[in-house]
């Protein structure tokens, strides 16, 4: 098969065309003929070298893909031979065959075509398992999303909205401020122009938000926390701006905040297949019925793979971006 290698730690460049092996399906895996594969940040840190897969996961990059089950390993049920499927992968993505947990392939939407669907999973598990299952973001309650024209953003902005809640979005220009907009964010803040904190404490009328979804980090941390409302909750998924961060614990403590982040890629299959379970019961509804749906930016040729991460790299792209295979 066809597959896509990193040659060596490195920029764009070191993406290369290479043939591989076709997979074989373990014990509670399924073999996928890939017709589409996210492109995500994580992505682009692992060909930099600094973010290896897990034990056991394939060295090709990719979280996420779309396609049809060519193949059940053994103890697999609930999923048949030719089922269109997408599912959250823990690499190997970016290739023309991919094994999948079972527990993390789910069928494809309603309508929904093999690119719209391999930019589902790794935002939908990843927004979902943060914003409504640690932070327990309710429908009287305002988010607040940092680079809410990302995947991530854009995903964010739409559930928080779908389930009720206000949605407030920082952006880094008027075009991404528009994007926003569109899909249906209350308040949208351009960052390089306006004090963030600022925005958002007149906007609720000093009351603040009640969650933070931040892939920022660094000096954002002392930031949100001056955004949040009593007993607030500020979920940290990325960090961008750097792990590590000082910053005043007193108002933590006054305003009793929850300070949480997690990680999805190391985390076991029955926990990924729980929210697996939870998309398809409270999200798949909104996705066929196309009140939430994911965003595409840009579709590029898995020979392409490098041009796809040089435009995430140059944070332009409004959404998600996708491989075709």
């Known amino acids: 098969m066809k597959a896509v290698e990193i040659r060596e730690p490195g920029g764009p460049d070191v993406l290369v065309i290479t043939e591989r092996e076709k997979p074989v399906p373990k014990n509670g895996e399924v073999l996928i003929a890939v017709k589409a594969a996210g492109v995500n940040r994580p992505d682009v840190v692992q060909r930099m070298g600094l973010y290896p897969p897990p034990p056991g996961a394939s060295d090709i990059p990719g979280l996420e893909v779309a396609g049809t089950i060519e193949a059940l390993g053994e103890g697999v049920s609930g999923l048949e031979i030719g089922q269109a499927v997408c599912a959250l992968v823990p690499g190997g993505g970016y290739a023309e065959f991919c094994t999948a947990p079972s527990q993390t392939c789910m069928p494809i939407p309603d309508g929904l075509t093999f690119i719209e669907a391999a930019a589902i ?11 409504f299952d640690r932070a327990a973001l309710q429908s009287t309650e305002t988010l607040l999303v940092h680079g809410g024209s990302s995947g991530i953003g854009s995903t964010a902005i739409q559930l928080g909205k779908a389930f009720g809640a206000k949605v407030i979005t920082t952006v880094g220009n008027a075009g991404k401020v528009a994007f926003c907009n569109n899909l249906g964010a209350d308040f949208v803040i351009n ?37 949040l409302a009593p007993d607030g909750r500020h979920v940290s998924i990325a960090f961008l701006g750097g792990p590590s961060v000082a910053f ?78």
């Open 121 to 131: 999973p790794e935002t939908y598990f990843t927004v979902w398992s943060n914003v």
């Open 191 to 227: 960052y390089r122009e306006q004090d963030f904190v600022e925005e958002v404490n007149t906007y609720t009328n000093g009351v603040g938000v009640n969650v933070v979804l931040d892939m920022v980090g660094g000096d954002y941390i002392e930031k949100n926390i001056g955004c």
């Open 248 to 325: 005043n614990m007193l108002p933590v403590m006054l305003k009793r905040l929850t300070l949480t982040g997690s990680t999805l890629r190391p985390r076991d299959n029955d926990f990924k297949g729980a929210i697996a379970a939870k998309l398809q019961e409270h999200v798949w509804p909104l996705l066929a019925s196309r009140k939430v749906q994911p965003v595409i930016d840009t579709v590029v040729p898995l020979s392409e793979a490098n041009k796809a991460h040089a435009l995430m790299e140059s944070s332009t792209h409004m959404g998600k971006i996708v491989l075709e295979i």
